[in-house]
């Protein structure tokens, strides 16, 4: 041994050395943050988007200058609560599209029509197609209450808006272990966007209570006087 390193060697026990970092515990960390980070950094942008559409949709609105409270989001279709609603019409069509018969819009629609195994296709008063999307079908029946079930493949862009009251009730709900939103106990709109990919004024309407859930890669629209645990006794028998 030279004499540098006898030196160093006596100078150890005196030097003042920084903690060692555990850089295992930190590497394992960074790689459980990351993920996690990627997928709120997707989410915010998404909201941001549904946000920007909303902003435009209020915008075109008159009457609707309002703020957004709260901001929720299905597959296909969102759900804002703003604090003063567009105005609005209960318009006689309970939604957009084309009548004809069941059948013919089983045909040209990329998904199975769900319909209420219960009721199935008795009494049903009208079939509306509405090929925005790949195929929006709508089925009403008839009557005491009147039903209505719109139903669509999930869409990145949503095809329905809905803006609700401070008043009105939005609760998170299950059907059959699927995912939806209640609404009801107070005024809220409906918008069915339109072929160019807009809202249109004339779209606008006062909806009943409804219930939204997804099944599979299909979102579910029931809407009718109907409680929240008669809704979702309904929407269980929807196959």
Known sequence: ??????????????VDYPETPD??????????????????????????VLAASLGAVLAAS?????AFLELFHLSGATIARV??????????????????????A?????FRIRLPHTTGDKQVRNVLLDEQG??????VWCCK???????????AVPYLQKLASP??????????????????????VVLFRAQDGSFHDYELRVAGNVLLWVDGDVTLRLEGQLTRDEAIELASAVR
């Open 1 to 14: 041994m030279n004499e540098l390193e006898t030196r160093l060697r006596t100078l150890g026990p005196d």
């Open 23 to 48: 850089l295992l515990a930190a590497v394992e960390d960074r790689l459980a943050v990351r993920p996690r980070r990627r997928r709120g950094l997707r989410l915010a942008v998404a909201l941001a």
């Open 62 to 66: 008159p009457g609707a200058r309002s």
């Open 83 to 104: 604090d003063a609603l567009p105005r609005a019409e209960a318009l006689p069509d309970w939604a957009p599209g084309i009548p004809m018969p069941l059948a013919d």
């Open 106 to 110: 089983q045909r040209r629609v990329g």
């Open 134 to 139: 790949g195929g929006v079908v709508s089925v």
């Open 145 to 155: 209450p009147t039903l209505v079930l719109t139903q669509f493949a999930g869409a």
């Open 167 to 188: 008043e009105t009730a939005i609760q998170a709900v299950e059907v059959d272990g699927k995912p939806g939103y209640w609404i009801a106990d107070g005024p809220h």
